[in-house]
Every structure is written in structure tokens, then in C-alpha cells.
């Protein structure tokens, strides 16, 4: 399994940017896909997750509401819209794909993107 992110900038805060975490490979034989993120001297924390079986989608309460986790079959690209964008959003952004377990702990990932930053100025 594969997966490439990319999509982050410098964005002032309220702007919009859009993720994308390309995956080959295995990726899409998994259950789901996720996105999380890891500001300096942080734990890295669940963003958002979709499941490939009905694409049921799930946020965490930071970001709902502002974020959208999409994916497009064809193109094996899932996407992480992000509006009304905040400085404590700023953060490495990074795709993920289970191996087990709940999709909202860290240490259930197997495989992982390279991350990409966004940084959101006030």
C-alpha cells in the first residue's frame, strides 16, 4: 500500500483547502480510510474517517462541520475538504489505512502518507 498526500499551504484563517491522499496498492481492500493530523509537540489526533462499505463518514468534534472527507473510486483519491479554517487547525496532515480495530486510534494504522503540511495564519 501506497499513499501520497498533498494539498497543504499557507492559508489565512476562515480560507479553504483541499486534501488529497492518492493510494494504491491494497489500500482500498482495507475498511476505511482516515485523516490525521500532529501539531508541534502533539500527539497525533483523529481528524476524519470514511468507510469504503456504504462511505459512511465520521468527524472529530473539532473539525465537523468545517471539514469534508470524500473519496473518489475511480481515481482511488480520497479528499479532505477544509473550510473555515482556524490557526489550531495548523498541523502536519497525514492519510492513513487501518489494519483492525477502531479507526479512531493512531496505533490501529498500518500504513501512512507522507504527510502535508498546513499552516493557517490569524
Known amino acids: 500500500v501506497q499513499l501520497q498526500a498533498s494539498g497543504g499551504g499557507l492559508v489565512q484563517a476562515g480560507g479553504s483547502l483541499r486534501l488529497s491522499c492518492a493510494a494504491s496498492?491494497?489500500?482500498?481492500?482495507?475498511?476505511?480510510m482516515g485523516w490525521f493530523r500532529q501539531a508541534p509537540g502533539k500527539e497525533r489526533e483523529f481528524v476524519a474517517v470514511?468507510?469504503?462499505?456504504?462511505?459512511?463518514?465520521h468527524y472529530a468534534d473539532s473539525v465537523k462541520g468545517r471539514f469534508t472527507i470524500s473519496r473518489d473510486n475511480a481515481k482511488n483519491t480520497v479528499y479532505l475538504q477544509m473550510n473555515s479554517l482556524k490557526p489550531e487547525d495548523t498541523a502536519v496532515y497525514y492519510c492513513?489505512?487501518?489494519?483492525?480495530?477502531?479507526?479512531?486510534?493512531?496505533?490501529?494504522?498500518?500504513?501512512w502518507g507522507q504527510g502535508t503540511q498546513v499552516t493557517v495564519s490569524s
Open positions: 470514511i468507510w469504503w462499505s456504504g462511505g459512511s463518514t
Open positions: 492513513a489505512v487501518p489494519r483492525a480495530g477502531s479507526v479512531y486510534y493512531a496505533q490501529n494504522y498500518d500504513y
Open positions: 496498492g491494497r489500500a482500498f481492500s482495507s475498511y476505511a
